[in-house]
């Protein structure tokens, strides 16, 4: 109601002062003289007023179309340095030199140049406090900034507090090179577990890609067996059921089996997986704790139609320790023939123990030059 009021007396003193001056007009026009440089103007003086008046507010109008056009190119290069910014992050380096382009079309950005400063000092001592300020006034470049801090975590091998960082900032995981760092950074702190869960949902892994990581996570695993920290069956769970059953994988539990003392147990996933073709990790039954002769025995029924350089040396080096020469000779041989490096150091060994000298001799220098049979 008051507001009303206010508009209605408002509204009065307009017609008021209109009535006042068009009475002033009507009454008493006025003369005025404009002289310029020779040249003279007559007219009233309510048209020169009007005159001045508009010219007034042509230069207001010309003064703030200048303002407004600097605010929006301002606001055009800080709208565009974010999108070259993010756009880098993510690895879209087209769009962030378009981006880059129009920021200089624009006249330039000030939050560019202390972003760039921010990029290249991470080894300051005096980061962190730069990090904070720049957090601060620019609160719309956080991911950019934290990616930073991020970078500045893996530098320095703090994983911990790298992989922190990943977990409560959901958006650092688009970041191709952080997520890549963020895995490292899993194995290097042993969380497999977390490990397979993030290459089983990264949908845009090439599969040689995947296979790499979870071998990554089998050799970590291979150095963590035993540990108390360490439950494998678990990790078994996390993983897709298809990897579940590579050799890799099973070898682990292998490998668990034989350090819980369960020989036997062992002994029988080995044979299920040599029967399916996986000759590649015979290797495994050296390390198993039962008769080398129950072993061998095993493995010769096999009798693989092309034996690879492994199964080759794990009879090799089982006939060794059941001192059958001949047979250990023959199976390094081939072993060696296929160009690997252990059979034949095995193999020269064996040659100096049978008092073959003169192919010894011809076998290590082979060795030692890198002169390795050539493979069909």
Known sequence: MKRMILWIFLFALLLILSGTLAHMMATDPGVAM???????????FWV???????????????????????????????????????????????RALKALTRVARAGGSEQLPEAVSLALGLSHGDWMDRYESFSKKYPKMKRFAQSLLAERFWQLQN???????????????????????????????????DLISQVNNSNNLSPEARQQWYSKAVESLLHRLGSDELDLQQV?????????????FVSLEIHQLMQNGKQDAAFKRIKNMLSEGYFANAELLLDLDIENSQKLNY????????????????????SIRQQLWGNAQSWLEKGWAQGDRTCGLRLAELYEQRNLNQQATKLYRQLATNQFPAVE
């Not at 078994?236 to 890799?248: D, G, H, V």
């Open 48 to 94: 020169a007023v009007g005159i001045v008046l508009l010219a007034f507010v042509v230069v207001l109008i010309i003064i703030f179309s200048i303002i407004l056009a600097r605010h929006r190119s301002s606001r055009s290069a800080k709208k565009e340095t974010l999108i070259a910014l993010n756009s880098w992050l993510v690895g879209d380096d087209d």
């Open 34 to 44: 404009i002289s310029w440089n020779g040249f003279r103007v007559d007219t009233t």
């Open 236 to 248: 078994i769970k996390s993983l897709p059921k298809a990897q579940r059953k590579q050799p890799q």
């Open 159 to 193: 994983y911990s507090d790298f992989i922190a960082l990943m977990r409560a900032e959901k958006g650092l995981h688009e970041i191709v090179w952080l997520k890549e760092r963020y895995w490292d950074s899993l194995l290097a702190e042993g969380e497999i577990i």
């Open 299 to 318: 493995l010769e029924t096999l009798k693989p139609s092309q034996p690879d350089a492994n199964f080759c040396r794990t009879i090799g080096v089982l």
